[in-house]
């Protein structure tokens, strides 16, 4: 597998994503309340916080899916606004709901999120990424006809099918059984070390424990913890403990 | 410019309602069949509209207009609401595509899915009567342009609207009267002068005036007048659609 980033095209090595100011107001709530983040390439990185903390927020902000109130969003340097055509290059992200196309194929879902990103010849890549998480034998079934891990399965597959150096996974591990818990986080810790950014969102924190480098903490849409997991870890038991003290404050 | 994304979502967008082609594109024809059926049978023969043209001649590239309009609008406003209830649209939103290339993805595969429907009446229409056919190019030009505004709109509609009803209601209330009172089933000099107005004031009349000129080379106004209305028409509803897009109405949150 070769994966690209910034500094494989000679370009100056820019954090893979750099929040800065970053606010979002939804009428009366505030979503997001200037959040500054910096995440360098290569870092394992979990964003935790309890429902409603601003996660998906910011991820769909980083996504292009939502557009942030103030402050500005970068990946890998290019501005998730300005520079919209190259920051979605260089992303991948595997959304929190189980969204699909019923009227297609999971190869078919595949081709086609290949070919929006200017991919036209992606065949051995998508045959590759079908083996991996397990979907072989499903390749050519509708996607209405999968099971949740399944469709679990393909998001997590249309967000890599062209190759992003940074990958946004937004509880991705949400209702899936532990045999597809194991088999796609060996997966991603393999894309991490081939220099995959990874950003993580998830509930189980006993999995941001073990994968994750680093950790920033929300509540109501501001960081109110960030640091090496280790540091977090030093006065706690767990990530879960410490996780539990610092929102408790 | 990423041609690759832009023929891809296009290719998407067309296999979408090819693979419902009974639904999509024959149950259209049939309608517009049943329509050619039933008012040919009523007033055939006691309707003159044009000189030395049967009623049922003369109803057939307005019908065919008609399912080219409707179908076209269908097409791009069923797809993004579908799109947007079931979130798969995020798929699309998050691609590096560009604001035009999202537009013409959605506005040439619903205009393609019109012209098929358009097609298909009007093959029906060769084989049951003589319908002639003046000028090839008026009718490719004026079948195109509409199958384009009403993709456009569309586009603008789903969009717009938050549920399946929404839809409807522009369905009911904007596109059947707009192509009920363009003239499909009758000239409009026939009308009093208030319904006269109302139609001349139609954009959709003007399309299929001049669609109808293009068959048998007399229309009720110049098909080049028709053009400096329908003209300007679809390209401020392309130009609305856009706008949508680019400012991420109702789809970037």
Request: glycine share 8%.
């Amino acid at each position: 597998m070769e994966f690209a980033n910034s500094s494989d095209v000679g370009c100056p090595v820019f954090p893979a994503v750099e929040l800065t100011g970053l606010s979002k107001r939804y009428r009366q709530v505030e979503a997001l309340r200037g959040v500054n983040l910096t995440i360098a390439e290569g870092e394992f990185f979990a964003l935790l916080g309890p429902n409603g903390a601003g996660k998906t927020t910011l991820i769909n902000i980083l996504a292009g899916l939502t557009r942030a109130t103030r402050g500005q969003a970068r990946v890998l340097g290019f501005d998730v606004r300005n520079h919209y055509l190259e920051a979605r290059r260089r992303l991948g992200v595997v959304p929190q709901e189980l969204v699909f196309d019923p009227f297609f194929s999971v190869r078919e879902a595949l081709q086609f999120q290949s070919g929006y990103f200017g991919l036209a010849h992606n065949t051995a890549w998508i045959d590759e990424l079908i083996a991996r998480l397990g979907l072989s034998d499903k390749a050519d079934t509708n996607m209405r006809q999968l099971s949740g891990g399944m469709k679990r399965r393909v998001l997590v597959a249309q967000a890599l099918v062209h190759k992003p150096p940074v990958i946004i996974l937004d509880e991705p591990t949400a209702g899936v059984d532990v045999e597809l818990r194991q088999s796609l986080w060996a997966f991603i810790r393999e894309l991490n070390r081939a220099g995959h950014t990874i950003l993580l969102t998830t509930h189980y924190l006993e999995e941001a424990q073990q994968l994750c480098n680093r950790v920033a903490m929300l509540r109501q849409g501001e960081i109110v913890a960030l640091d090496t997991t280790a540091n977090l870890m030093a006065s706690s038991d767990s990530l879960e403990a410490a996780f539990v003290r610092i929102m408790a404050q | 410019m990423n041609g690759i994304g832009l023929w891809t979502l296009l290719r998407k967008e067309i296999l979408r309602f090819w693979k419902v082609l009974l639904q999509t594109v024959a149950a259209p024809v049939l309608t517009a069949l049943l329509y050619l059926l039933v008012f040919a049978q009523a007033l055939e023969g006691r309707v003159e509209v044009y000189p030395g043209v049967a009623y049922s001649v003369f109803l057939i590239p307005g019908l065919a207009m008609m399912s080219i309009l409707q179908n076209a609008f269908a097409n791009s406003s069923s797809s993004l609401i579908q799109s947007k209830i079931t979130g798969n649209i995020a798929f699309i939103l998050i691609a590096p595509l560009s604001h035009l290339e999202f537009l013409l993805a959605y506005l040439l595969a619903a205009a393609l899915r019109g012209l098929l429907v358009g097609a298909g009446v009007l093959l029906a229409g060769f084989w049951v009567v003589d319908l002639p056919l003046a000028y090839p190019l008026w009718v490719l030009v004026w079948a195109c342009l509409a199958a384009l505004a009403f993709a456009a709109i569309g586009v603008i509609a789903g969009i717009w609207a938050d549920k399946f009803d929404h839809l409807s209601g522009v369905q009911n209330f904007i596109i059947l009267p707009l192509t009920f009172l363009s003239g499909v089933f009758y000239s409009i000099h026939s009308l009093p002068p208030f319904w006269l107005a109302v139609s001349q004031a139609n954009p959709v009349f003007y399309m299929i005036d001049g669609f109808r000129y293009g068959f048998f080379a007399q229309a009720d106004v110049s098909p080049w007048l028709g053009l400096a209305v329908a003209l300007p028409f679809t390209l401020i509803l392309c130009g609305v659609a856009m706008q949508l897009i680019m400012r991420g109405y109702k789809l970037r949150h």
